[in-house]
């Protein structure tokens, strides 16, 4: 029998620390700073709170929390004194059972970290799904990190230990996060499915009507009919996964919600994903449960989201608001295939009626919910699993030519020069500073930089860029446009350059409906975690669908740092349990 909230609750100061002994290693003291604030009303409050006692420790007490920690595989390992917790996390994670290589390789990162950091290397060595990590996982992540900053470094070795202490007090707890392991199996399965090219190198990437697309649909089908209890599952024309769970009342409008199953190049598991399996997992408690919602439920897989194979972003869910451009279906891939014949290929009628025909009747609706994972650090600084979406950003794209003369680098003089990427540099270096310097949530990047045909012994004369401006805004992001355009042609004048600008993309701010912004926070307090209000820089199909209907987001924290379109995406099966529990939470508060 687990211990329980009540028991720890009704302990006095020293029975409380004492019921945690043994949380975070050799760290009493933060269980005793935690206990001033019982009473709890959950467990993932007192996570919570144990982790905001350190995040607000002096940095010595942090670093003496991590010096606490042993080396793995070290000489408290080899000595036999770790502590009964080290020891079933290590041995879990193999890594009692380490060759003579292996151990020598840890030996020398131990050695290694110690000498560049001061402090030695922590690693949630359970992993996110609790079961361990294989010895060759830990070996790579050691690897890794040791080229990191200290200050990251440092930031991380402080999530690990939460992440242990999160696992230790689970099991003191006698909890087991069912239905995170259960989307976090999902994601896993969905993740073997792979292009050509991509699968070989051990890579994730899946766009738009490959044959690893294909099969990525027709095992979501698969789960909502068999495993979930969905009433109706069907692939739409534009290849959308749509399945629905009747309500009590037929004729009440739906509550929509969805995110895309396609991925970037060399993804991550759980970007768009996430915002599917996590409503599966509802409907199947509801199923098993032989409960009806007063409302169906429609929950759509959106076949494509990110612009990977055909520069069509939003593809699946700009055709449920009447947003898909005819000129899309005669665009050609890489391998010059139309969309069109694409579409036919995988089965889907390719033809511009039917995919109008998927125009959702805004009425019969009454909004629409996404939970996506953050794609950022921000829950991960605060030590938040969840976030509340107040906004996603507006955004301008273009792509840019600043055109001067290709010379010799060793002839020409400096102040002859018309050196095109010394002109883009200093472009770089103003958007940096005007959007640093703007209104909070206001970013600028330039994420491609190409001197064509350029030489190490010659003066740029073409070079190529691309801008990214965002904004919580339309005005503030309208703003930056207009003074990042102004300035590079105050630049080129100055210069004597001349440049090209080509707009690519104009998508408009998306503010969440306050009502149902409202529902999400009262969702997320009902698990007992605090709120924190948050825009989304990325975009998402919620952005389209806020053109027809009331739009609101949920953000689950991502792990490492909260890193995004990266094979190091990662996600907790605790943190995904309080997602799904908080999206149950507001499907059973709507009547």
Not at 157 to 183: M, Q, T, W, Y
Not at 400 to 410: F, K
Not at 443 to 467: A, D, E, H, W, Y
Request: charged share 20%.
């Amino acid at each position: 029998m687990g211990m329980s909230i009540e028991q720890l609750n009704a302990a006095d100061p020293a029975g409380f620390v004492a019921l945690l002994d043994g949380v975070y290693e050799h760290s009493p003291w933060i269980a005793a700073r935690a206990a001033a604030q019982q009473p709890f009303s959950s467990l993932a409050q007192l996570k919570h709170a144990l982790a905001t006692v350190v995040r607000s420790a002096t940095r010595e007490e942090q670093l003496g929390l991590i010096r606490a920690h042993p080396e793995l595989a070290g000489k408290a390992m080899v000595s036999k004194t770790l502590t009964k917790e080290s020891r079933n996390e290590q041995s879990k994670a193999g890594l009692t059972d380490c060759s003579a290589a292996e151990f020598e390789r840890l030996q020398q990162l131990n050695r290694d970290y110690n000498a560049r950091f001061g402090w030695p290397f922590i690693l949630a060595v359970r992993g996110p799904r609790g079961l361990g990590l294989t010895r060759g996982e830990i070996i790579e992540t050691f690897a890794r990190r040791l080229q990191g900053h200290p200050d990251f470094e440092l930031a991380e070795c402080l999530r690990n230990i939460h992440r242990i202490a999160e696992i230790r007090l689970n099991d003191k707890f006698g909890l087991a996060p069912s239905l995170g392991n259960l989307v976090w199996d999902w994601a896993e399965q969905l993740a073997v499915h792979s292009d050509p090219g991509y699968k070989e190198q051990g890579q994730l990437t899946v766009t738009y009507l490959t044959p690893a697309h294909q099969t990525v649909a027709q095992r979501l089908m698969g789960w909502m009919r068999q495993d979930c209890g969905f009433d109706e599952v069907h692939i739409d024309a534009v290849g959308n996964v749509v399945a629905l769970y009747h309500g009590s009342d037929a004729s009440a409008p739906r509550l929509l919600t969805g995110s895309h199953y396609d991925t970037v190049r060399n993804a991550g598991k759980y970007d768009g994903r996430l915002g599917i399996l996590v409503p599966m997992a509802c409907v199947r408690e509801l199923h098993r449960a032989g409960r009806r919602l007063p409302f169906g439920l429609e929950l759509v897989a959106f076949a494509e989201e990110e612009g990977q194979r055909y520069n069509a972003t939003f593809l699946g869910s700009g055709a449920l608001v009447g947003r898909f451009d005819p000129a899309w279906l005669a665009q050609q891939d890489a391998e010059g295939i139309t969309m069109q014949d694409a579409m036919r290929a995988a089965g889907l009628p390719g033809s511009l009626d039917a995919i109008q025909a998927l125009r959702r009747d805004p009425a019969r609706y009454r909004a629409f919910v996404e939970v996506h994972i953050e794609q950022g650090p921000v829950l991960n600084a605060l030590d938040l699993p969840l976030g509340i979406v107040s906004s996603i950003n507006g955004s301008l794209r273009y792509l840019c030519e600043v055109s001067g003369m290709a010379s010799h680098a060793g002839t020409t003089p400096m102040d002859s020069r018309r050196d095109a990427a010394a002109a883009v540099a200093e472009l770089i270096l103003y958007v940096e500073q005007r959007a640093a310097s703007a209104a909070p949530d206001v970013v600028g990047t330039v994420g491609m930089l190409t001197v064509p045909g350029g030489s190490i012994n010659v003066v740029p004369g073409r070079c190529q860029f691309s801008l990214d401006l965002r904004a919580t805004t339309n005005a503030a992001r309208d703003a930056l446009g207009r003074d990042v355009l102004a300035r590079l042609d105050e630049i080129c004048e100055r210069r004597g350059l001349q440049c090209s600008v080509t707009p690519t993309l104009a998508a408009d701010a998306a503010p969440s409906d306050p009502a149902w912004q409202q529902r999400w926070e009262a969702a997320v307090q009902a698990l007992g975690l605090p709120l924190h209000r948050m825009p989304s820089g990325a975009g998402h199909d919620a952005m389209k669908l806020h053109e027809a209907v009331p739009q609101a987001m949920l953000f689950m924290r991502g792990a490492n740092a909260g890193i995004s379109h990266n094979p190091l995406e990662a996600i907790s099966n605790d943190d995904t349990e309080l997602c799904v529990r908080a999206f149950m939470n507001l499907l059973e508060a709507l009547r």
